[in-house]
């Protein structure tokens, strides 16, 4: 067993793809005593692992994607007990149906009823790969279709994790292509040795990049065609340069939706004026706020930013979504409704009180291109008006009742010889 899978990596690896998955299982050590001290205890219990395995997905249906929706699975069941370090790889597939649903929804015209398509979808923080994932398969259900897609990711075992999710999904080599680098630096060869005139632009873009990563920018970076016109993220926080370079890479006619923590929304300094910027320029079409405690990598609450670089909107939608959850054990949770819901609002750009609601450049400019959620969408429920005069008149007649009562009790102690109250 131990030489067959070796043989079996190697395969793969070396001569089943043109160099798609070459490394693939480089970080895989079979000959581990994690396995077993002896050769023939690591053949023993991998063998038992394969035959498991084996037996578990006998009864499943050769015309589902049986091997690629277990990949899942455990990634996802990994996730959420390896705590805060998933944040590095996975997004919650409820997260990922949103953006999914929203930039599938942009693929497809409402005027023809064309079927969706999307040539080419990127994450340039793609983790696992469950996200472009879920794009992709969705598109198919929906008989759309998906050109090609594209990730990038830092980490060499996630980047590892993202190509084997693309395998165990029968992906053929000619349908992705995963990078392994730094977005920050913009790494990718591809991208990086275009001119900008004539850079790759994408169609739809997902992402959740790490929240407010600590980074280095540099003179060199200042002068990158991606920020010398917005100016640098701050060190503090990357969030807007990972946004940024998204947005680079956005089609004129394509959909960016890119998750974030909220401090993007209002944080002073060199994130506002990347904000007025990009306000002025019309790139912000909608702001999603989801409820806390969603992700397994931080309990706080986030926000979903949908960018666009030709607009018909001159306003900015707001969706306060963060009272609308069913709460979990260890995480909270988004029911379909509440899926549908925040899509149906975008997708008709549905105002509702102390839900949503459509803001003017002019009103978004009196508050200092603030962009926090509150300040729009109040989910505050007002309470009623209090008529004081009517509360004095009840008020007066509880006394008055009060008196005769306490009368009619100090006749009974009276006639009783005892002391009056």
């Known amino acids: 067993m131990l030489q067959t899978l070796q043989d079996g990596f190697r395969y793969i690896e070396n001569e089943s793809f043109d160099r798609t998955f070459k490394g693939l299982f480089s970080e895989i050590n079979l000959n581990s005593e994690k396995l077993g001290k002896t050769q023939e205890e690591r053949n023993d219990k991998l063998c038992k692992i394969v035959r498991k395995i084996a037996e578990g997905i006998a009864d499943f249906s050769t015309d589902t994607d049986t091997l690629g929706d277990a990949y899942e699975y455990l990634i996802g069941q990994f996730a959420a007990g390896s705590g805060k370090k998933a944040g590095e790889f996975y997004t919650?597939?409820?997260?990922?149906?949103?953006?999914?649903?929203i930039v599938i929804l942009d693929s497809q015209s409402p005027e023809t009823g064309d079927k969706p398509k999307l040539n080419k979808v990127l994450d340039f923080a793609c983790g696992s790969g469950s996200?472009?994932?879920?794009?992709?398969?969705?598109?198919?259900?929906?008989?759309?279709?998906?050109?090609?897609?594209?990730?990038?990711?830092?980490?060499?075992?996630?980047?590892?994790?993202?190509?084997?999710?693309?395998?165990?999904?029968?992906?053929?080599?000619?349908?992705?292509?995963?990078?392994?680098?730094?977005?920050?630096?913009?790494?990718?060869?591809?991208?990086?040795?275009?001119?900008?005139?004539?850079?790759?632009?994408f169609d739809a873009i997902v992402a959740n990049p790490p929240f407010s990563l600590r980074w280095a920018p540099t003179d060199a970076l200042a002068e990158d065609f991606r920020f010398k016109s917005y100016g640098m993220a701050p060190k503090s926080a990357a969030d807007f340069a990972f946004l940024l370079h998204g947005l680079h890479f956005l089609s004129q006619e394509g959909t960016m939706a890119i998750i974030l923590p909220h401090g993007v929304l209002f944080r002073g300094g060199a994130e506002e004026k990347i904000r007025?910027?990009?306000?002025?320029?019309?790139?912000?079409?909608?702001?999603?706020?989801?409820?806390?405690?969603?992700?397994?990598?931080?309990?706080?609450?986030?926000?979903?930013?949908?960018?666009?670089?030709?607009?018909?909107?001159?306003?900015?939608?707001?969706?306060?979504?963060?009272?609308?959850?069913?709460?979990?054990?260890?995480?909270?949770?988004?029911?379909?409704?509440?899926?549908?819901?925040?899509?149906?609002?975008?997708?008709?750009?549905?105002?509702?009180?102390?839900?949503?609601?459509?803001?003017?450049?002019?009103?978004?400019e009196r508050n200092g291109y603030n962009l926090n959620i509150s300040r729009y969408v109040n989910t505050a429920v007002e309470e009623e008006p209090v008529d004081l005069g009517e509360v004095n008149k009840k008020l007066m007649e509880i006394n008055d009742k009060i008196k005769e009562y306490s009368d009619e009790h100090n006749a009974f102690l009276k006639e009783l010889g005892l002391p009056l109250i």
Not at 147 to 172: D, F, V
Not at 178 to 195: A, C, R, S, V, Y
């Open 92 to 101: 919650p597939q409820q997260i990922s149906t949103i953006l999914s649903r």
């Open 131 to 201: 996200l472009l994932i879920n794009v992709r398969n969705r598109l198919m259900k929906a008989k759309g279709t998906v050109g090609k897609i594209y990730g990038q990711e830092k980490n060499i075992t996630t980047y590892n994790l993202a190509r084997m999710n693309m395998l165990l999904h029968g992906m053929k080599d000619s349908e992705f292509e995963i990078f392994h680098g730094d977005t920050l630096l913009n790494q990718w060869e591809m991208l990086k040795e275009m001119n900008p005139a004539k850079k790759m632009e």
């Open 276 to 364: 007025t910027k990009l306000l002025n320029d019309n790139n912000i079409d909608t702001i999603i706020g989801l409820p806390s405690n969603l992700f397994y990598s931080t309990g706080i609450p986030v926000c979903i930013l949908v960018l666009k670089k030709c607009r018909r909107a001159d306003d900015v939608l707001f969706i306060n979504a963060v009272e609308y959850f069913e709460k979990g054990k260890r995480q909270n949770v988004l029911l379909d409704e509440h899926i549908d819901r925040i899509v149906e609002t975008y997708k008709f750009r549905k105002e509702t009180e102390r839900y949503s609601r459509k803001v003017s450049m002019e009103e978004i």
